[in-house]
């Protein structure tokens, strides 16, 4: 049986799920604190800068993705709700904790631009090749690229990313490649990163989480496991 205490830790972030009047609701939150193997206090949730009332009594969906680990959600009740300083929740798990991604990280498909730029031998030179790609999915380890040019599972490529405002630039492995007809594109390639920052990586988390809260809103995600989960 999966513990509390084996997958939460004091400052880790998880999402509170609400269901009501066939709306999902999903609001970021914090471990606060680890009271029992059932108990945790977490952050309350605010948006555009206000608390969003919670009552005691209310059953919520808790969600993280723990690293290594993969997607995880249960369950929870609301005992108390506390607004004085920092507005918390103590909340009591009452059902079992489920895993329902077992990737490292969550895929998220979307299509982006990404520049790559490699070496390769022309005539026994050594030459650098910028090219123009696009993302298949994307997640908080690699990415699955379209691309024109056949590279070879061991090759070491830089991509260049912007994602909003921000560039990132880093370093990544060829892990697999075959060929597709997708679009202009020949080649769909796999790629893991290497030599990024933690800073690096927890941006692209965190755009794929903000990308999936908006198609959510939309109503173009359906997010049928945590109907599951929080209607069962």
């Known amino acids: 049986m999966v513990l509390l205490a084996d997958l939460y830790h004091i400052g880790d972030r998880i999402n509170i799920i ?6 999902v609701d999903i609001y970021p939150s914090q471990v606060l604190d680890i009271l029992s193997n059932d108990l945790l206090m977490v952050s309350g949730p605010i948006r555009k800068s206000s608390i969003v009332i919670m009552h005691k009594g209310d059953i919520i969906g808790i ?3 723990v690293e290594n680990k993969g997607r995880y959600i249960f369950r929870a009740e609301i005992l108390n709700r ?43 030179l050594s030459k650098s090749i910028e090219e123009n790609c696009h993302t298949k999915d994307i997640s908080g380890s690699g990415m699955k690229l379209l691309c024109n040019y056949k590279h070879s599972v061991g090759d070491i490529i830089q991509c260049i990313l912007k994602l909003n405002d921000k560039t990132l630039r880093f ?26 920052k933690d800073t690096e990586r927890d941006f692209i988390v965190k755009f794929i989480f903000g990308q999936e809260r908006k198609l959510r809103k939309k109503g173009l995600i359906w997010v049928i496991i945590v109907l599951i989960i929080l209607l069962q």
Do not use: A, H, W
């Open 18 to 23: 609400r269901y009501r009047r066939k709306k």
């Open 63 to 65: 969600e993280c993705i």
């Open 82 to 124: 506390y607004e004085k300083g920092v507005y918390k929740l103590e909340i009591r798990k009452i059902s079992k904790i489920r895993r329902f991604q077992q990737r490292k990280f969550y895929r998220f498909s979307t299509s982006l631009p990404v520049k790559i730029i490699f070496n390769t031998k022309i005539n026994d």
């Open 171 to 196: 370093d990544c492995e060829v892990v697999r490649i075959e060929e597709t007809d997708m679009g202009d594109y020949k080649f769909l390639m796999g790629i893991k990163y290497i030599n990024i």
